[in-house]
């Protein structure tokens, strides 16, 4: 089946410090996500992405979708404590299929 | 109450047990599903379900039964179940089958003795 490639696993910053992440795919989406989820918690919507070079803020998370339509990224600008989480990317191909394909995560943590 | 909920949030069951999970959407939307999250492992999507009709079964073993009375309510039925069947279970709701954006509940965690 399909998989997407997360990274990294884990990131140990600064609050204060700008945060990266990224998801790769072997096939094409059609549509990319992002998704946070807190402890003991299901995961909340972050941010859709729907066209291939699309670039969406949503406050100080910025989201782009890959040219490629195989990839898209996640960037926190000036983390702060509630940041803390594990982030995940998800997308679909389309043709029917209804789920999402999700990624492994990258865990953040936020070192005082 | 708004949008996903699940009850319980916790359970812990022996493997000769019977049990039900429950999520109740209020967000008026079509489509519910179920995932599983393992630990280290991406979230698995179980069961799809169309205005009350499952539309999608990834394989599931029979272990684990859905049922979906209306819109509203999505129901996981769990029996013999195995210690690795140990999991987070997410259910979601969107607005349509097809839409893309779906909204999760807090899941319940499940520990099989």
């Known amino acids: 089946g399909q998989q997407l490639n997360q990274s990294p696993q884990s990131m140990f910053i600064q609050e204060g410090e700008d945060v990266s992440m990224n998801c790769t795919s072997s096939s094409i989406f059609n549509t990319w996500l992002w998704y946070k989820q807190d402890p003991g918690e299901g995961p909340v919507l972050l941010i859709a992405l729907y066209k291939a070079g699309e670039l969406t803020s949503n406050g100080r998370l910025t989201a782009q979708f890959g040219i490629t339509r195989k990839d898209s990224f996640l960037n926190i600008s000036a983390s702060i404590p509630s940041d803390v989480g594990i982030y995940f990317c998800a997308g679909r191909s389309g043709g029917g299929a209804d789920g999402l394909t999700f990624g492994k995560g990258t865990h953040l943590i936020i070192q005082p | 109450e708004t949008g996903v909920t699940q009850t319980p949030r916790h359970l812990v069951m022996g493997m000769t047990n019977k049990k039900s999970l429950k999520c109740e959407q209020h967000l008026g939307h079509n489509a519910m599903y179920w995932y599983k999250q393992s630990a280290k492992k991406p979230l698995e999507l179980m069961f799809v379900?169309?205005?009350?009709?499952?539309?999608e079964n990834n394989s599931v073993p029979s272990r684990f039964s859905p049922e979906c009375p209306n819109s509203s309510h999505l129901f996981l039925h769990l029996h013999t179940l195995q210690p690795e069947d140990s999991a987070l279970y997410l259910c979601?709701?969107?607005?349509?089958?097809?839409?893309?954006?779906?909204?999760f509940g807090p899941g319940t965690r499940l520990t099989v003795t």
């Open positions: 379900y169309s205005l009350e009709e499952r539309v």
């Open positions: 979601a709701s969107s607005q349509f089958r097809g839409s893309y954006e779906q909204y």
